[in-house]
């Protein structure tokens, strides 16, 4: 459901892949903490399930853009930063590709400050046209291993702390004994 977020908030519109990964992330609270009896296992398949929702939009829209994305070449026409009232810099290219099409693409897009004015560049352009293009120095169409890894990562954790908690669950009546044991009661 998280992956699934990531998509309809870089498809659609990003407020609702917010709210969908949120409910995700409560939904795996509930299931571990509330129905299954392990909070540790709640706790980490709640961050982890957050985590797996911010970073996988981006990862999944680099993937996405170079590996079915028309390739078309294009030229960096300006460059801007911008610092907002939090101090974070933003920037900003401007770029048109050979059929005279203007692209203003920023952060999320891979524009990162790293491309100057005149510049040539590579653009991945989303066949169904429903995302901003991916901008690359080069042609080439390997992928980010670390955001990759990282990504997979959150989602091999994820996964394996649902599953141990789904495999692993206590019933109320052992954490009543439990209790009982504890408290002497």
Not at 3 to 15: D, E, Q, T
Not at 95 to 106: F, H, M, N, Y
Request: charged share 20%; glycine share 10%.
């Amino acid at each position: 459901m998280t992956v699934l977020s990531a998509v309809i908030g870089l498809y659609l519109w990003v407020w609702l892949g917010i709210v969908l990964t949120l409910a995700a992330a409560a939904a795996a609270a509930i299931m571990a903490g509330g129905v299954w009896n392990r909070a540790g296992a709640a706790v980490l398949a709640t961050a982890t399930t957050m985590a797996l929702g911010i970073f996988s939009g981006p990862t999944l829209q680099e993937a996405y853009g170079k590996q079915f994305g028309d390739k078309a070449d294009a030229l960096v026409v300006d460059t801007a930063k911008h610092v907002n009232s939090k101090g974070t810099e933003l920037y900003l290219c401007r770029v048109v590709d050979t059929s005279g099409a203007v692209e203003d693409l920023d952060d999320v897009d891979n524009c990162r400050g790293q491309f100057k004015p005149r510049q040539h560049v590579v653009l991945f352009k989303d066949p169904l046209g429903g995302l901003d293009p991916w901008i690359e120095a080069t042609d080439d169409r390997t992928l980010d291993t670390l955001s990759l890894s990282a990504t997979g990562a959150l989602f091999g954790v994820t996964t394996a702390t649902l599953l141990y908690a789904g495999l692993r669950r206590r019933s109320n009546e052992e954490m009543d004994a439990k209790k009982r044991r504890r408290y002497g009661r």
